[in-house]
């Protein structure tokens, strides 16, 4: 689902106050090497995300949703571009066979805007305050997580589904 994590954020995005390194801090810098994302760092600007996320929406309507996420992700914290852009939407939607001309139009009308905003406030409903969000069995959780948080959270999940089939006589 879509999340906006910075709401307050509109066109031309926010530049960065320079800290003196775009390097990510602990624990982040070691969750990313774990996830194989070794050449992660902080872009020189917070982008404004909707261009983006309206142009996933139409990534998963065409089955490309997985591919055009990781390459927008590539693009913004491995290569600093900016995701408002729409030369840099345009190289990642042909990179992943998509039509660009009818892309283009979609986000000049705000083809999904309602969609994404709806994902949005169903996030904030459910308690979510930043990303990434998981869900995983009754338990909700925010931020980068190692994988042994995942592991454990659906064991626990598993176990509570078992457990409430055995109860309802194995429905």
């Known amino acids: 689902m879509a999340f906006l994590l910075r709401p307050d954020i509109g066109p031309g995005g926010i530049e960065r106050t320079s800290t003196g390194s775009n390097q990510l801090s602990e624990p982040m810098r070691t969750q990313a090497v774990e996830a194989g994302l070794a050449n992660m760092s902080r872009p020189s600007k917070t982008p404004y995300s909707l261009p983006s996320l309206e142009a996933t929406e139409y990534a998963k309507e065409h089955g490309k949703f997985d591919q055009f996420h990781r390459l927008c992700y590539q693009a913004l914290w491995e290569e600093g571009k900016d995701l408002e852009d729409f030369e840099v939407l345009k190289s990642i939607a042909r990179e992943c066979s998509l039509d660009w001309p009818e892309l283009e139009d979609r986000l000049k009308t705000e083809y ?6 709806q994902q949005y406030l169903q996030g904030k409903q459910l308690g979510f305050q930043g990303i990434p969000g998981f869900i995983i069995g009754n338990n ?3 931020g980068a997580a190692p994988y042994d948080l995942f592991r454990s959270a659906a064991q626990r999940a598993s176990e509570w589904i078992n457990g409430q089939r055995s109860a309802d006589g194995g429905i």
């Open 140 to 142: 909700g959780f925010t």
């Open 112 to 117: 999904y805007r309602s969609e994404i905003m």
